[in-house]
Nanobody, 124 residues
Framework: QVQLVESGGGLVQAGGSLRLSCAAS????????MGWFRQAPGKEREFVAT????????YYADSVKGRFTISRDNAKNTVYLQMASLKPEDTAVYYC?????????????????WGQGTQVTVSS
């Protein structure tokens, strides 16, 4: 069982930066692939980024590539999403998710555990 708690969301102006954190409980965190997803009002949850269990492999949605960076610290049971050059269209609730697997995962239904989400609002 893995429990996830996101933090770091908030209100930022366009062009600004934020760093989201996702703290995980459980002794097997390092054996889980981790992902970030987001959901804007009236829209489906969409993939943002994923990182492999070791941190050695990452993959991004085209919409955030070059602006967002996913990373993890297995010693701290934490995964991060560094967001830069934020745009109003990045406004959403951001969720982290965990999957007991080695490889990368990009689909919501692939993930076993979810956090409660943290709101990110980018003003123009």
């Amino acid at each position: 069982q893995v429990q996830l708690v996101e933090s770091g969301g908030g209100l930022v102006q366009a062009g600004g930066s934020l760093r989201l954190s996702c703290a995980a409980s459980g002794r097997t965190f390092s054996m889980h692939a981790m992902g970030w997803f987001r959901q804007a009002p009236g829209k489906e949850r969409e993939f943002v980024a994923t990182v492999s269990w070791s941190g050695g492999h990452t993959y991004y949605a085209d919409s955030v590539k070059g602006r967002f960076t996913i990373s993890r610290d297995n010693a701290k049971n934490t995964v991060y999403l560094q967001m830069a050059s934020l745009k109003p269209e990045d406004t959403a609730v951001y969720y982290c998710a965990a999957k007991y697997a080695v490889g990368l995962r990009t689909l919501p239904h692939d993930y076993d555990y979810w956090g409660q989400g943290t709101q990110v609002t980018v003003s123009s």
